[in-house]
């Protein structure tokens, strides 16, 4: 039988969700994250393929606004939601659907695609590149200390209900992430997966708790987080498993992390998604003992290459000529001039000048956050240096002060 890609009717949404979640395990969602979900689903922006009356792939996008390096906001489709039946692997399925996006995506002006994968080797064919990272952490308490800041004791902590405190969640959240690049500015009702607290995932934890933080001028940070009790011959064996953690300064977040190194009955603490630059591992006594892990956060795919490279600051003045590859969207296709002074206005236009750098789309993508050091793709054989100097050149302008992270999935 043929097959139908087209775009999700409202109608339809509960059997293209289902088909969903079958792809990815069979695992239903809470019926708190169906719901937010659903009424979070842009379906002129979703789009599905059709086996008779059966869903056979899932595609989705969110409308975004990403920061990127120096704090412009650059119109981004989220990529979601991306699935093909187990039933129908090997037929093209999935490059029919990423051909139909990103076609979508350039006819709304949005420079951008971003999403966080499944698997890490999935998109790279499609011009995606990893361009933030996620630190996870494991914590032994019993042997791992905090030294705080001046000023921590005089912070005030009290538990508040996740839901009542929302806004104050996302009022901090927001002015913390204002100048993180990779983490999107979303519209309203995104607030609301802050506080989810499925029950099926939570695996013997509790339902979702909330301390805040304040000052007599207000709340300062917060911190959600889950307690898993668990006792080992009679003694308590315990572990808090951090969902966020956020400070307005420096005090306020050492408080945060001070009071969940503390709780009683618990000696580790698990956080799964921090920046790669947290200032906590400058407060831990002993970094060993944190069982650090680093992987691949969000993906960045330069839809419009000119426009892109000209939306974002750079650190250093830089004049470069790359030949870019780009097969899956040729209209990137060869060379571009990017020029860009202190000042932070930059330039990319194509040109006929020879070539300083040579690289694809997927390199581009993977720097353009200032998460990867064009350096390290050079070492690695992703970038070719055709003029010498132009790879220091182009890793110092590209680089960022601040580590880009994207905090919460989508």
């Not at 990423?98 to 420079?111: K, N, S, T, Y």
């Not at 009022?171 to 995104?190: C, D, I, N, S, T």
Request: aromatic share 8%; hydrophobic share 40%; proline share 6%.
């Amino acid at each position: 039988m043929t097959t139908e890609l087209r775009v999700l009717r409202p109608s339809e949404w509960n059997e293209w969700f289902e088909s969903l979640e079958l792809a990815f395990g069979g695992v239903a969602e809470s019926p708190e994250e169906r719901e937010l979900w659903n009424a979070l689903t842009e379906h002129e922006r979703s789009i599905g393929i059709w086996d008779g009356s059966d869903v056979v792939g899932t595609a989705g996008a969110f409308s975004f606004r990403l920061p990127v390096p120096g704090g412009a906001l650059v119109p981004a489709a989220g990529v979601t939601m991306v699935s093909v039946a187990a039933t129908h692997r090997r037929r093209g399925l999935l490059t029919s659907m990423m051909r139909r996006q990103l076609d979508d995506v350039r006819a709304l002006g949005e420079p951008l695609a971003v999403l966080a994968a499944s698997e890490p080797a999935i998109y790279g064919r499609f011009g995606y590149g990893a361009a933030t990272k996620q630190m996870s952490l494991e914590i032994d308490t019993d042997r791992v200390g905090l030294t705080v800041p001046d000023g921590t004791d005089g912070i005030r902590l009290r538990y508040a209900k996740p839901d009542e405190a929302l806004a104050t969640i996302d009022g901090v959240y927001e002015q913390l992430l204002a100048g993180r690049p990779g983490a999107p500015a979303r519209g309203p009702g995104w607030e609301r997966q802050a506080v989810l607290a499925p029950g099926g995932a939570r695996q013997g934890a509790s339902p979702l708790q909330c301390v805040l933080a304040e000052r007599d001028s207000g709340v300062v940070g917060y911190a959600t987080f889950r307690n898993k009790p668990a006792w080992d011959g009679g003694v308590p064996r315990g572990r808090i498993v951090v969902e966020e953690v956020s400070g307005l300064d420096p005090a306020a977040y050492a408080a945060l992390w001070r009071f969940l190194f503390g709780i009683d009955l618990t000696s580790t603490v698990e956080a799964r998604n921090r920046p790669a630059d947290d200032a906590l591992l400058h407060l831990v006594s002993d970094v060993r003992r944190c069982n650090i892990k680093v992987r691949d956060g969000l993906y960045v795919r330069l839809v419009e290459l000119g426009a892109a490279l000209e939306a974002r600051a750079y650190r250093a003045p830089v004049d470069v000529v790359f030949e870019v590859t780009d097969a899956f969207c040729p209209w990137n296709e060869g060379r571009w001039r990017l020029t860009a002074d202190a000042k932070g206005g930059a330039s990319c236009k194509r040109t006929d000048d020879p070539a300083d750098l040579a690289l694809s789309v997927r390199e581009l993508g993977a720097a353009y956050l200032g998460g990867t050091s064009v350096i390290s793709l050079a070492r690695a054989g992703r970038v070719r240096e055709l003029r010498a100097g132009a790879v220091d050149e182009a890793s110092l302008a590209f680089s960022s002060a601040v580590e880009p992270w994207l905090p919460r999935g989508f």
